[in-house]
């Protein structure tokens, strides 16, 4: 058996074209557009790029995109007194500080002075509460994991009471995706296990699953017999292996890995996604779906 291929690259166009139209329809009927702004502190080259494709991103839906540069010595205080500045901005729905910050900053302290109505990473503890509660609760959902339900859902993969078990239990992915999927409602209704550094036999757990999300960060953690057959896996991991030229641009490039064996995985299960080309280009994605949502709470049309 080979797998259907989840591809992000694939879903990522579908709905970027969606929020363009529905931009295009909320300027007409309302005269206004969403606002991001990016905050970004330093010059951290893989911050650049990440911060470059952001701003690519919500010009091309049509966004108000404001890109803010600081610099790295700048004081907690006068990064705390620009995130008031936006969290006051009436044309900004999303406020993103693009992370790590510097040492002499407190990340926390600044992630909690955004306002959570304009939290569109959803990281700020009033949107994890929010996501926990469920349903109409959810404002912001954080941008990897809502790209993996939107990814399951788009694939028509069924997750009304599948087993999912997700590997791994950060902040940003295994917990919320592991919440996401036992709530009530579309794309969701699973039975959910998370499992972690602390689980004493992992491939048990994760042959059980009908849906296995891997957010661990150790290539080829997944062996293929660690996968029930016809099994949906999504595999998050992205892991710098080693490098190579590029043969579009002749510079050299990282060469990734996911946290699943990914060319025997793909004989036994139903779906998979790629890595590089699945959850990855789904984050960004996902970050315009929400700072396009903010504004549409705002004008009372969400
Ligand atoms: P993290 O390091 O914060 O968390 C990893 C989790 O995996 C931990 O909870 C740990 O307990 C668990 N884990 C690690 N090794 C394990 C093992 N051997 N057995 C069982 N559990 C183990 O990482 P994260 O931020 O959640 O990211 C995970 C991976 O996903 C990374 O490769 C990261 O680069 C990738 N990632 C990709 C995207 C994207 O594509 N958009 C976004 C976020 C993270």
Known sequence: MTATLIKGTEIREQILEEITAEVAQIKEQHGVVPGLVTILIGENP???????LKIKTAHRVGFHEVQDSQPVDISEADLLALIEKYNNDDAINGILVQLPLPKHIDEKKVLNAIDPDKDVDGFHPVNVGRLMIGGDEVKFPPCTPAGIQEMIVR??????????????????????IANMMLQKG??????VTIVHTGTKDLAAHCKRADILIVAAGVPDLVKPEWIKEGACVI????NRVGEKISEKT????AILKGDVDFEAAKEIAGYITPVPGG???MTITMLMLNTLKSLKFKLGVA
């Open 250 to 253: 002749g510079k050299k490039i």
């Open 46 to 52: 893989a911050s650049i790029s990440y911060v470059t």
């Open 279 to 281: 959850v990855g280009p």
């Open 235 to 238: 595999d998050v991991g992205v």
């Open 186 to 191: 579309v794309g969701a209704n699973s039975t």
């Open 155 to 176: 694939a028509g993969v069924e997750t009304k009471g599948a087993e999912v078990v997700v590997v791994g239990r950060s902040n940003i992915v295994g917990k919320p």
